[in-house]
């Protein structure tokens, strides 16, 4: 299951890109950016102001789930089962499913369009979510499609799997991009629903193992960027064997317009992106303990 593929992208790895988006992710975190990675099921997304009230949706929605207030066309998300009959009625492109299923050849096909790009730049494909482990078989299958292909592969990975999977996929993968989110327990547990136990032990693991691996920590004001867990950071990754590059990805809010779209809640509807200074000063603190740091992907 399939949400997105970007092409030309130059933040998800090295080179010129195609980024792969799967569904599926354990992980809720306050500030997601592909809020519409989560479920594993294809999702409607409404974009209300191109709707222009023709009333086709309505007619056609065989589930009941649109209504007419007056605030205009309702839709209840919990009757809706992103079946799609509105979407192929709608003459505004008001509405879209998020998430379709694809197959190996369908996705290289994609992925080989750009060769001549991954060549000339060092680039290749990444596989983003979400979570793209939440599909190891999938996963794994385009892999080993672009290995036969030569073509660069990269896994962008919150960690938040079995350690077989992270094992055999770092086995079939060029390069990990690795999420260190917060390393305080209750606060990673708080802020993304889950515990980050497995997260930092398959961090070891892939270190141990020798797979390549880039730590990326978003930084989000009040959660994260604070002194000690920067410095409980830098400790951690500094004791990991042949890891040794950070990337810093400040808070952006493409989450929230998405969030609201979709129908979900967003947990930092007021959040705002670090400064200038401090993303500076936490980049010469990361560098001073040893790191390669990069501010952005």
Request: proline share 4%; net charge negative.
């Amino acid at each position: 299951m399939v949400f997105d593929i970007k092409k030309y992208s130059i933040h998800d790895g090295p080179g010129i890109r195609t980024t792969v988006f799967l569904k599926g992710c354990s992980l809720h975190c306050w500030w997601c950016h592909n809020p519409e990675s989560r479920s594993v099921t294809g999702e409607l997304i409404l974009r209300e102001e191109r709707c222009i009230g023709c009333g086709e949706c309505l007619e056609a929605c065989p589930h009941h789930a649109i209504v007419v207030s007056e605030k205009g066309l309702i839709t209840s998300r919990e009757r809706c089962t992103a079946c799609g009959t509105c979407v192929a009625v709608c003459p505004a492109e008001a509405r879209e499913i998020i998430g379709r299923e694809m197959t190996v050849d369908e996705v290289m096909n994609e992925i080989e369009k750009d060769v001549i790009f991954y060549d000339q730049s060092g680039g290749g494909a990444t596989f983003s979510g979400g979570e793209p482990q939440m599909q190891p078989e999938f996963l794994g299958a385009l892999l080993d499609a672009c290995r036969k292909k030569e073509i660069h592969t990269v896994v962008d990975t919150t960690g938040y799997a079995a350690t077989g999977t992270v094992l055999n996929i770092a086995e079939r993968t060029d390069l990990f991009l690795y999420d260190l989110k917060h390393m305080d327990p209750e606060k990673h547990l708080l802020h993304t629903g889950v515990s980050n136990e497995l997260i930092l032990q398959n961090l070891r693991v892939l270190a141990g193992s020798g797979a390549r691996v880039i730590v990326r920590i978003p930084l989000i004001p009040g959660v994260n960027d604070d002194d000690e867990n920067i410095s409980r950071t830098a400790s951690f990754i500094f004791s990991l064997p042949g890891v040794n590059t950070v990337n810093l990805l400040p808070y952006h809010a493409a989450g929230r317009e998405k969030s609201r779209r979709l129908g979900l809640f967003y947990r930092l509807p007021d959040q705002k992106a670090p400064s200038i200074d401090r993303t500076q000063e936490i980049a010469q603190s990361l560098s001073a303990q040893g790191l390669e740091v990069k501010i952005g992907g």
